[in-house]
């Protein structure tokens, strides 16, 4: 047998002979003339889809042959080849974690001394309105994972249970609630499946239970500290489901005599700091294993899918019995009791699909640029969009338009899919279309046996030019979710939306939103491919959107450094223009190695006056807005060194300035529950965003919101940096269980929902990571993103500006992402031209945690951020002080507006109401 260093030095050789044969055909391509090297590229596309097609039956085939022992060995040497070959994604560093690990007593003293800061965090959890509050979040809780699963799959009506079950799988001792990191909570003590099961009066076959216990299986509650979920995520762990050796044929003839329905549990952990790889979205020969034993002893097996990524599960349609699957995602503390409700019926399931779910997830071709790439002659990691705005259900819907049978062989489940125990009839109006508004009724009706709930979807689909503007297929435009229906009942819902919202970004124009002549299909639709009723409405000439509808802003193309030479996906050429993922060879261009060290030059004038005593405190600045000029009195009295430490002092709890009345306020993460992560907080954890958006519910999202807000108050907490709003590009980001969906619609107003319960209890909320925080491989470690400034707009900015404009949220937080070569925190175009100039957002920006030099405090001050999350701030106010010393005028008036915007968020938070 090979040792493993043996096998390492394999699969090296294996990849180095890979790359080079790539970079001779690199070089061959180079040479030749364009249409011949984009026909070439084609031809290459093709062969390696085919090559790849033939590798897998032909491991598929070898593996047929092969014993247990072989196909383990086998698999040994595919898993180290792909390490090497991809650096493997979950070893991602990350600073703080680190910190975890070494132990605070590693640390220099300044470390150590802002680590103690926000370590000295105390909360009132322990009164009477905490305890209450923390009750009633279970109730919410309960409410949206109930709304959220989704029946994927029900034949023969084998749910409801209706009996005894056996219920296999080691998963199914320890269901995933949440994922980890700062989006994470603490959901020790939840109810177990077995539990819930108990407790809705489903008797389960508790011999099995024993099975599995004496061979290793057991009920742990895990880890509600940040970190060590992190560390968890960074360092891996060994597949929870083992080899089913412990299923001897006694204990399946015994399971077998118990039931003929088995429940199998199959899922995955997504955190913050790492990434999936495909495989890691597949089945592991263990749940094979696994699952052909179960097959052959039980005729009715129902799959519940644990996880918050979409998995590949093409194998619920590989076995005949498998005759029901359910998905839950990461639902929560109360995730056991509302997958329980839905098994015994309790509980119809009415939550619809956020995401594509593809049979191969490597077919988006996202995939083909998600990884960990860099530059070889700058130490800066690099991730370019190749695929342009062609991100999940755009791709698919768009590339097999017209080809079903292509389509069905792709996908699986589509964008906005879901079932029921009940049926519905919709009677669908005409759309009634004006210059300014379509709107569409549906008039629903359960025309079943039972209770249920049911989401109405409302698409477009525009006009295509060959060569022109770059269009989906289908885009969504509204959705609509009905209350409970009776059988029998019936309900008119209403969707609606604005014509300006059926338009494209049009780069090549200049910049602006063009409205195309032609015929745009309306349809109301049960998910993305399915369609009830459709109507066509014509625009008789182009309309040009040429500035922003709310505020009136110019319109203008604003991150050309953003897109620089990218070539991007084209639906007029999927083969030639199709994504290639990067050869190592890989230079920084010199536009983004300046944007990369930006060289500033001072500004002259006055320098802003500080220090005065003009006999004001914050309390009479209360009810101010940010603009009255009586705050310019107000700032002329600090000090520049009080300056530099309100900005610097960003993590978790700001500086207080006694002497003006200025309080220290409190900022928390986390989507799914707030979350300490230095100090101790007894808090209620909550579904994740991706089952939160899964109900297709805003009132849910509301009430999650309110609840929230509810307990911070409670707590004596300001401000929650919530929600996350990156949208899941491809099904391997680390954090797709914190972020709601792949499309920005549906992520724009589940979070705008979020943010509105929030602050209508006061509780001030931080809009994040904005913007392109779509995986976590080098993004703490900065890295350039490329994408197209429509891709950009269209995707990526469209949740940010639907939440800006319908819930006007009182902060964002910036990501760590490099737009091009230029740091989202300091990119004015971003967080000033766009954020506050189109949109017109008037509150807070924060930085992200910071974690290294590109986060340029001076950059920050300058282009728009008013906050730096620095948990470890010396070097900040180092940074920061240099830089006002050399530019006493420029930086000196960034600061000071920064400051500005911070005293104004103070002002308005509950820590002066409460005063």
């Known amino acids: ?311 590949e599960l093409g194998f619920l349609d590989e076995y005949p019995e498998i005759t029901a699957a359910v998905w839950m995602g990461t639902p929560g503390p109360q995730g056991a009791t509302s997958l329980a409700k839905v098994l015994t019926g309790a509980v119809n399931p009415s939550g619809h699909l956020t995401d594509t779910y593809a049979y191969d997830v490597s077919s988006a071709p996202a995939t083909e640029n998600f990884g960990d790439y860099t530059y070889t002659d700058v130490s800066r990691g690099f991730l370019d969009y190749e695929e342009g705005i062609y991100v999940g259900y755009r791709y698919y819907e768009t590339r097999y338009l017209d080809d079903e049978e292509g ?58 030019t060959p060569g022109g503007i770059e269009k989906s297929a289908i885009e969504l435009a509204g959705y609509a979710k009905t209350s409970e229906l009776e059988p029998g009942a019936s309900e008119i819902v209403t969707v609606d939306f604005a014509v300006r919202d059926m338009a494209s970004w049009d780069t090549a124009a200049g910049g602006a939103y063009v409205l195309e002549a032609g015929d745009y299909e309306i349809s109301a639709r049960t998910d993305v491919h399915t369609p009830v009723a459709s109507v066509t409405t014509e625009v008789a000439e182009d309309v040009v959107y040429a500035e922003d509808a709310d505020t009136g802003t110019a319109y203008e193309n604003r991150f050309a450094d953003v897109e620089g030479d990218l070539a991007s996906l084209s639906r007029d050429d999927w083969e030639g223009t199709y994504p290639v993922a990067p050869d190592g060879t890989e230079t920084v261009s010199d536009q983004e190695l300046a944007l990369m060290d930006p060289q500033i030059d001072p500004v002259e004038g006055d320098v802003p006056t500080s220090g005065a005593d003009n006999g004001l405190v914050l309390a009479d600045m209360v009810g101010l807005e940010h603009d009255d000029p009586a705050w310019d009195a107000f700032l002329d009295q600090l000090t520049l060194e009080e300056q530099i430490d309100l900005f610097s002092y960003g993590a978790y709890q700001s500086v207080a300035i006694e002497r003006l009345g200025v309080p220290s306020i409190t900022m928390l993460d986390s989507p799914a529950g707030l979350n300490s992560l230095f100090s101790p907080l007894e808090a209620a954890a909550y579904p994740t965003e991706v089952v939160v958006a899964s109900t297709w519910n ?172 620095a948990v470890f701030p010396d070097a900040t106010v180092e940074a920061l002080t240099e830089a006002v010393e050399a530019d006493p005028v420029g930086v000196g008036q960034a600061l000071r507006e920064r400051v500005h915007t911070i005293l104004h968020t103070v002002a308005r938070s509950t820590a002066m109401t409460s005063s």
């Open 407 to 464: 389509y069905a062989a792709a996908v699986q489940y589509p964008f906005g899919y879901g079932l029921s125990y009940t049926d519905f009839a919709w009677d669908v109006a005409e759309p009634v279309v004006t210059e300014d508004t379509v709107t569409v009724d549906v008039t629903v009706t359960n025309t079943g046996d039972v209770a249920g709930k049911d989401v109405v979807q409302v698409y477009f689909s525009a006009p295509y």
């Open 698 to 869: 805003d009132e849910m999202a509301y009430a999650l919101g309110e609840s929230v807000g509810t307990e911070a108050n409670a707590y004596g907490i300001d401000v929650w940096y919530s929600p996350g709003m990156n949208l899941h590009r491809t099904a391997m980001g680390g954090r797709g269980f914190e972020y709601f969906s792949e499309d920005p619609l549906l992520t724009g107003k589940m979070a705008a929902a979020m943010v509105s319960g929030s602050q209508d209890r006061g509780v001030l909320t931080t809009i994040k990571h904005f913007v392109l925080n779509d995986q976590e491989v080098n993004a703490r470690s900065g890295i350039n993103v490329s994408v197209s400034e429509q891709a950009l707009r269209e995707l990526y900015l469209q949740p940010f500006e639907i939440a800006v404009k319908d819930a006007d949220p009182a902060g964002a937080m910036s990501s760590f992402i490099n737009l091009g070569g230029r740091w989202a925190g300091g990119h004015e175009g971003l967080l000033q031209e766009v954020l506050r100039g189109e949109w017109g957002f008037d509150g807070f920006v924060s930085t992200d945690a910071v974690l290294g030099a590109w986060m340029d405090p001076e950059l920050a001050a300058r282009s728009g951020n008013d906050w730096m999350l």
């Open 1 to 311: 047998m090979a040792t493993r260093s043996e096998i390492k030095k394999a699969a090296v050789a294996r990849v180095r002979e890979e790359r080079a044969v790539r970079r001779a055909r690199r070089a061959e391509l180079k040479a030749m003339p364009a249409a011949e090297r984009r026909a070439a590229r084609a031809a290459d596309t093709a062969a390696a889809r085919e090559a790849k097609k033939a590798a897998k039956a032909g491991r598929a085939e070898a593996r047929a042959d092969m014993n247990r022992a072989e196909r383990r060995r086998a698999k040994r040497h595919e898993r180290v080849y792909r390490k090497v070959k991809h650096r493997p994604r979950r070893a991602v560093g990350w600073g703080v974690v680190a910190v975890a690990v070494v132990g605070v007593g590693a640390l220099a003293a300044p470390y150590a001394t802002g680590l103690a800061r926000v370590a000295s965090l105390e909360f009132t959890d322990t009164t009477a309105e905490a305890v209450a509050a923390r009750e009633a979040a279970v109730g919410v809780a309960e409410a949206v994972s109930d709304e959220g699963m989704v029946l994927l799959k029900n034949d023969g009506d084998a749910l409801p249970l209706d009996g005894g079950v056996n219920v296999f799988s080691f998963a199914s001792f320890n269901l995933r609630l949440g994922g980890g990191g700062s989006g994470g909570s603490n959901t020790a003590g939840a109810p177990t499946l077995y539990e819930a099961l108990e407790a809705q009066g489903a008797e389960y076959n508790t011999e099995l239970y024993a099975a599995m216990e004496e061979a290793g299986a057991e009920h742990t509650d895990g880890s509600g500290n940040a970190f060590v979920q992190i560390a968890q995520g960074v360092l891996g762990g060994d597949d929870d489901e083992p080899a089913p050796d412990y299923l001897t044929d006694d204990v399946l003839a015994q399971a077998q005599e118990f039931s003929d329905t088995a429940i199998v549990v199959v899922g995955n952990d997504g955190s913050e700091g790492s990434d999936f790889t495909a495989e890691q979205l597949r089945l592991t020969d263990a749940q094979r294993d696994l699952l052909d034993k179960v097959t052959s002893v039980q005729d009715d097996v129902i799959v519940v899918v644990n996880s918050g990524n979409q998995m």
